[in-house]
């Protein structure tokens, strides 16, 4: 039974049979874009990289970004060009319609006509021969250029002409308007007509040397023919070629015959294999006038009436038309065991694709609107599709339905794969489930309570299960799901996307998540984002094909990875496809990449199908041609000329440019011509005498500097084109900044010279003043010195004299002191004046040692305590063989005030213990301890190893240890007492720096 008659049960339908129109890449160009007209007449690219438009409103030169327009005003002959050229010394010729030819030299215009031999007709062909002159086709002969004047071609007779061609030989030919083919070779000329070597037709319009074996292509009204092997043959036309006048030739990148058809599209020829190209393969008009082929390899279409055309990026062919499919949004695709592709949309249709030919299935066995998520094809017979209203698996004469009421856990089936028992597996928004001996089941879950939604399912290598669900990644192991380990420490959910590769590693896709791979023999795993480098991280689709790629259809663009350099380097190497670059499918759908046996990989998008045809993809390995396209100062336009500054009327910059100290702030504006992709063009620059090193990679085409210090600097410029190939030798300008006056080389050595004389002379002056004033001053030093010694001695005599009056009245005091005590019977009170009595002596042998001794600043304390120890004792009548009298205060001196409030406080404390501490005349040892513990805080220790007191508590609301808490506070200190062998009084006390 043939296979038409098995789909016709399968699908209870009628099939519709229609060729695919296969759309290609077309970049367009018109009015709206800039280009002063929309006739096209001829193209051209010169030897910097930039295409030439002649229009019938002028030409117009187009850097891959904008258009500049050039016409009469700038002094062309005619806005109505005809033809251009460019010959050997880079000058552009440029003929037009109705009035002679102009030259440009890249800065002036030139016209000629009548007056320079040339009669002012229409030119419609120009070339130069091996001798470097310029020919001419008129409407009236052919015309060459000598010695700046035009004469007529003595070897052609007098005729219009209209193609002229100088092949790789150097040999002349030249199409006439009525008459034939022309050949001139040497003095030689050939004549080729219609009747006696078959061509087409004798009105010769377009003539092409092939860049390969050099085979003559010869375009006529009637249609192209070749000149091989001396021999002119006619190339067969497709029946839907109704208007056979070629008007251009060219020879793409992979070697095929463009044919341009003045009314009737394009033909590509492979070895006499012929395509019709037309507008519904992407042509914005099947009236073309004008080929080229760039340096970039990209073909370029003039048409008549619709602007500019760019042929590129020929790998991707694509299927926006399908059939009757009135909305060809493709939501599920796949391929039998034979390579057929299967598709279908979110509209409920499904298609496939046989021998280049689509055949739609206009079923009826699902309600209209069905969205089919996922097809699995066994065979035509057998055919598992899952939608949004069940699953559906369509055999001969029954196609039988599940849904929820057959026990799935929801009607929404994303994906329907098999194991290797051949029990079926569905992926569900309510989880997975699985069909066996008839029954559906649903899977159970061993780590979470359930996986959410199930989007896909992925048999591998070991015929294992993989499920991508919207809590993550999940294995079947017997008969449940499992989370895998190794995966767990990435936060990766919402998989909608399993592939794998031929070394193990399989790669699952994150929605929002990006992309995560898994070594299954190891346990490596590796995640790419955003963060590391991933362009998007929206992943809706994943397959790894048999060339070793790994391609990732993100909501963005669509990538291909190179997983050999990933298996090497554990990084991701990748060439991105968007609809700048030839993707124009836009968004790639769930599950919607495959790879037929004939290597080519297909996609579904929300647009229809996109077909990647490998042997025809290629990178573009011309680097940006690179031009500064203005220079500002300030980031305000600048007239350079107005300022003084020669110009460079080719590039329009100042020639040796020297900027003044008050004007460096100087912004530099750029442009990398490249005409596969501008907008992925790439800029580096640097300031060589100002950067250290080349800036980051950055796509704004402009580097500004500010505050430049005086010097010579050089401004250098790269530019990476749209496949990552930087240019070689990057564009500099050098350029100067001068310093100001009063920093110039002869203005500093004058400056020196005249500080330099001024010094000396200021110096010798100087030393002669310096003499005198030494001598001057010498005996003013010595007048005051012996004035200041004398006032010192006088201070110093001045002090010890109040130090000794002091000394005296309180000696006084002392003896007052002592005559009272001898009338005083109460003893309480002569204790009391007793007590007052020492206090006032200790004050009194400070003030007689700052009398003895010269130093009236500084008190040595250990000097101070012994005399006031040795003023009690014998106040007291106790001799140091009695009590034993130990002094350890190291050699620090203090201001009088300090020494007066510590000599209070010893004087109290040493009476207490002469008083106290050895009753009945005990023998015994007495001590006074000063210790330095930290800063400006000292420790002072007044011991005895008496009887102790005990009540210290008493004693401490005795007068004389109040006096000694109140004067301890005043150095900011504070008392404690012990009562253990003896009595020990600790005082901490600050002293003053």
């Known amino acids: 039974m043939c296979v038409r008659r098995y789909l ?30 929309s006739d096209i007449t001829d193209l051209l690219q010169d030897n910097r ?78 070339t130069e021969n091996n001798l470097g002159q310029l020919l001419v086709a008129t409407d009236s002969g052919v015309y060459r250029l000598q010695q700046n004047r035009f004469i007529k071609h003595d070897k052609l007779p007098p005729q219009p002409y209209l193609a002229l061609h100088t092949d790789a030989l150097g040999t002349v030919w030249a199409g006439s308007k009525e ?55 006619q190339l067969p036309l497709p029946p839907s070629v109704t208007h056979p006048l070629v008007s251009d030739f060219t020879q793409d990148a992979y070697g095929k015959i463009l044919v341009a058809l003045q009314q009737d599209g394009l033909l590509s020829v492979d070895q006499e294999q012929v395509q019709h190209l037309t507008r519904a393969n992407g042509l914005s008009s099947n009236h073309i006038s004008a080929l080229l082929l760039d340096s970039e390899k990209n073909t370029w279409i003039g048409t008549s009436g619709y602007g500019l055309q760019q042929r590129r990026a020929q790998w991707f062919m694509h299927y926006f038309t399908i059939g009757d499919i009135q909305e060809p949004h493709i939501t599920a695709l796949a391929q039998d065991t034979k390579g057929t592709v299967w598709f279908g949309t979110a509209n409920g249709e499904a298609a496939y694709m046989q021998n280049g030919r689509q055949t739609t299935l206009d079923a ?38 599940y849904t929820t009421a057959n026990g799935l856990p929801a009607d929404e089936v994303y994906f329907v794969a098999a194991d290797a028992r051949n029990n079926v597996w569905f992926a569900t928004a309510g989880g997975v489930a699985s069909l066996q001996n008839g029954e559906i089941k649903r899977t159970i879950v061993s780590d979470d309570p359930e996986t959410g939604k199930a989007y896909h399912i992925y048999r591998d290598k070991q015929n294992r299960l993989w499920f991508g669900t919207e809590k993550g990644v999940y294995l079947l192991t017997q008969n449940k799901l499992h989370k ?67 391609w990732i259809a993100t909501n963005r663009n669509v990538l291909k990875a ?82 003084g500054y020669r110009i460079d009327q080719a590039s329009g910059l100042p020639v040796n440019l020297r900027l003044p100290h008050s004007k460096d702030h100087i912004t530099f504006y750029y442009h990398g011509i490249c005409l596969s992709d501008p907008a992925r063009v790439r800029y580096r620059y640097m300031l060589e005498g100002h950067d250290q090193q080349w800036s980051e990679t950055s796509e704004q085409p402009y580097a500004t500097y500010a505050n430049l210090g005086p010097g010579t600097y050089t401004f250098k410029l790269k530019a990476r084109n ?124 400070l003030h007689e040692r700052l009398y003895r001794h010269n130093n009236l600043e500084h008190i040595n304390l250990e000097n101070y305590f012994r005399e006031i120890c040795e003023s009690l004792y014998a106040s007291y009548g106790i001799t140091e063989e009695k009590v034993n009298l130990h002094i350890s205060v190291p050699p620090i001196n203090v201001d009088i005030d300090t020494a007066i409030t510590l000599g209070l406080v010893v004087n109290e404390l040493i009476s207490n213990t002469l008083k106290y501490a050895f009753p009945d005349g005990r023998d015994g040892r007495l001590g006074i301890d000063l210790e330095h ?31 000694v808490s109140s004067l301890i506070k005043k150095l900011d200190g504070e008392i404690n007492f012990e009562n253990i062998n003896g009595t020990k009084t600790i005082l901490h006390f600050v002293l003053p720096s």
């Open 49 to 126: 990289m930039r295409i030439w438009v002649a229009t019938r409103g002028g030409i117009s030169l187009f850097d891959g970004s904008s258009f500049r327009t050039y016409n009469r005003q700038q002094g062309l002959a005619s806005n109505n060009v005809s033809t251009l050229f460019q010959d050997s010394r880079n000058q552009l010729w440029i003929g037009s319609a109705d009035n002679g030819l102009t030259k440009y030299d890249g800065q002036n215009f030139s016209t000629f006509g009548s007056s320079q031999g040339l009669p002012a007709t229409a030119i419609h062909s120009i």
């Open 562 to 643: 190179d997983l050999a350099y990933f298996h090497d380097t554990r990084k991701l190497k990748y060439r991105e496809y968007n609809g700048q670059n030839g993707f124009s499918g836009l968004e790639v759908s769930y599950n919607g990449i495959t790879q037929t046996p004939d290597g080519r990989v297909w996609f579904g998008t929300i647009k229809g199908l996109t077909q990647y045809i490998p042997e025809l993809d290629r990178i573009n390995k011309a680097a940006p041609q690179l031009r500064l396209t203005d220079i500002r100062l300030f980031m305000r336009p600048t007239d350079w000329q107005q300022l």
């Open 933 to 963: 513990l930290r800063g400006d805080t000292y420790q002072l220790i007044v011991w005895d190893n008496g009887v102790g007191t005990p009540e210290v508590r008493d004693q401490q609301q005795s007068f004389g240890l109040k006096l």
């Open 364 to 401: 009826n066995v699902w309600p209209p609107g069905t969205i089919l998520y996922s097809m699995w094809v066994i065979s035509p017979e057998n055919v598992w599709v899952s939608t949004s209203r069940g699953v559906w698996n369509l055999r001969p004469r029954q196609a039988k339905h």
């Open 8 to 37: 016709l049960i399968l699908w209870f339908s009628i099939l519709v049979h229609t060729v695919w129109a296969q759309q290609y890449n077309f970049r367009n160009w018109t009015i709206a874009d800039g280009l002063p007209q």
């Open 484 to 550: 895998v380990p190794a995966l767990q420490k990435h936060a990766f959910t919402e998989v909608r996307a399993i592939t794998e590769d031929g070394n193990g590693w399989l790669y699952f896709g994150g929605y929002n998540y990006g992309l995560l791979g898994y070594h299954q023999p190891t346990g490596e795993t590796k995640l790419f984002n955003a963060d590391s480098g991933l362009p998007g991280e929206g992943i809706k689709s994943l397959y790894a094909d048999r060339d070793n790629n790994l």
């Open 179 to 233: 008459n034939g083919l022309y050949k001139i070779s040497g003095s030689e000329v050939q004549h080729y007509k219609s009747l006696q070597y078959k061509l087409p037709s004798n009105t010769i319009t377009a003539i092409y040397s092939e860049r390969t074996d050099g085979k003559l292509w010869i375009g006529t009204s009637g249609g192209p023919a070749y000149l091989e092997d001396k021999t002119i043959a």
């Open 722 to 845: 749209n496949d990552g190939y930087w240019t070689q030798q990057p564009l500099t300008y050098t350029f100067s900044v001068v310093p100001p006056v009063w920093r110039r080389e002869w203005f500093i050595a004058l400056l020196l010279l005249l500080v330099t004389g001024s010094l000396i002379s200021v110096v010798r002056l100087r030393e002669r003043s310096l003499v005198k004033m030494n001598t001057l001053l010498d005996m003013r030093v010595k007048h005051r010195t012996r004035m200041l010694e004398r006032k010192h001695r006088e201070k110093e005599l001045l002090l010890q004299e109040v130090h000794h009056r002091v000394k005296n009245n309180l000696q006084i005091v002392i003896s007052l002191l002592n005559l009272q005590a001898r009338h005083v019977q109460d003893p309480i009170a002569l204790e009391a004046m007793q007590a007052l009595r020492s206090r006032v002596r200790s004050m009194a042998l």
